[in-house]
């Protein structure tokens, strides 16, 4: 099993940045694709937004954050981040850190074993 729990979220103007945490206990993520997705309010549904592959050599992200959003993982450390710059209001969201064995479907939320809580990330105009 793997738990992970997510950190660095909070209220920032749009412009800003902010860097999201994802830590790993249990076992460790070094054979796991690791993923971002978010939530935004209103029941919309989960949507991905970056993934970084075991070893880090592939990243992958939606459009919408491309430029802006850097993923990035330590796996000595058990740990993933994303950076996010230049945010924009709708970035506000939860976000949610995931970890499984997914191949190519990176994007797709059901393909991952597991789910940090979640952190809440918004953005004021």
């Known amino acids: 099993q793997v738990q992970l729990v997510e950190s660095g979220g909070g209220l920032v103007q749009a412009g800003g940045s902010l860097r999201l945490s994802c830590a790993a206990s249990?076992?460790?993520?070094?054979?796991?694709?690791i993923a971002w997705f978010r939530q935004a309010p209103g029941g919309k549904e989960r949507e991905f937004v970056a993934a970084i592959s075991w070893n880090g050599y592939s990243t992958y992200y939606t459009d919408s954050v491309k430029g802006r959003f850097t993923i990035s993982r330590d796996n000595a450390q058990n740990t993933a981040k994303l950076q996010m710059n230049s945010l924009k209001p709708e970035d506000t969201a939860v976000y949610y850190c995931a970890a499984g064995v997914v191949g190519s479907s990176y994007y797709t939320s059901r393909r991952y074993d597991y789910w940090g809580q979640g952190t809440q990330v918004t953005v004021s105009s």
């Open positions: 249990g076992r460790t993520l070094s054979s796991y694709m």
